[in-house]
């Protein structure tokens, strides 16, 4: 199974759009803080739904803000949501497709309506989208943000991939070793100090 990490440019989106998501990511950070909030000061249980959540955001938006701020909750220390927080569409409420001339575009909803925009394909990200097109990948859930004046979104793309010939490394994200590397049958690995990173981090 291969995972392909995909991030596209929106292209030329409307005026309307941009007010619109920018009107969402506010909502969607103001939803997680309502969730911290509730949690921190006892208001109500770890089972909060959406009804608990009065604000035009689409259903399918809200439960992933809630999941998100329960995963954050879960952590140590006072969760604060910075105003640039990217909203998020689980993988089943968010689609790409083509139109009749060949643009790629992606289609989620927000507050008012589902919005279907083009992407910028590059080369370098062609091969994950024309699979997820073709309906042999599967897609994981996706993030929009905004940077400067443009607006991307951002999404995992996994599909089978033939690995014959190829030797299997294995990679594992840590703190006290940032990198952890085996390459299977080889019998080779390497470690690398996460101390410089969780320096500049602290």
């Not at 879960?74 to 689980?90: C, H, I, L, M, T």
């Not at 594992?172 to 500049?200: C, F, N, P, Q, W």
Request: with cysteine.
């Amino acid at each position: 199974m291969a995972t392909v990490t995909v991030t596209a440019k929106f292209h030329n989106p409307s005026l309307s759009r941009r007010k619109e998501w920018q009107h969402t990511t506010r909502l969607y950070r103001d939803t997680k803080q309502f969730c911290i909030d509730g949690w921190e000061n006892g208001d109500f249980g770890k089972s909060v739904t959406t009804a608990s959540i009065d604000n035009g955001l689409y259903s399918a938006i809200q439960n992933q803000a809630i999941r998100e701020a329960k995963s954050d909750h879960n952590k140590d220390g006072e969760v604060r949501y910075r105003e640039s927080q990217p909203f998020a569409v689980n993988n089943q409420n968010w689609e790409l497709d083509t139109t009749e001339n060949g643009t790629v575009v992606v289609g989620f909803p927000c507050v008012s309506q589902w919005w279907y925009t083009p992407i910028e394909v590059y080369d370098d990200i062609a091969d994950p989208v024309d699979r997820l097109v073709e309906g042999d990948a599967k897609k994981t859930r996706l993030q929009v943000y905004r940077r400067g004046d443009d607006w991307y979104c951002t999404f995992n793309v996994e599909y089978d991939a033939d690995t014959s010939g190829e030797t299997t490394i294995g990679v594992d994200i840590g703190e006290r070793h940032i990198l952890a590397v085996t390459a299977y049958g080889e019998g080779e690995s390497m470690l690398v100090s996460g101390g410089e990173a969780k320096y500049v981090r602290r």
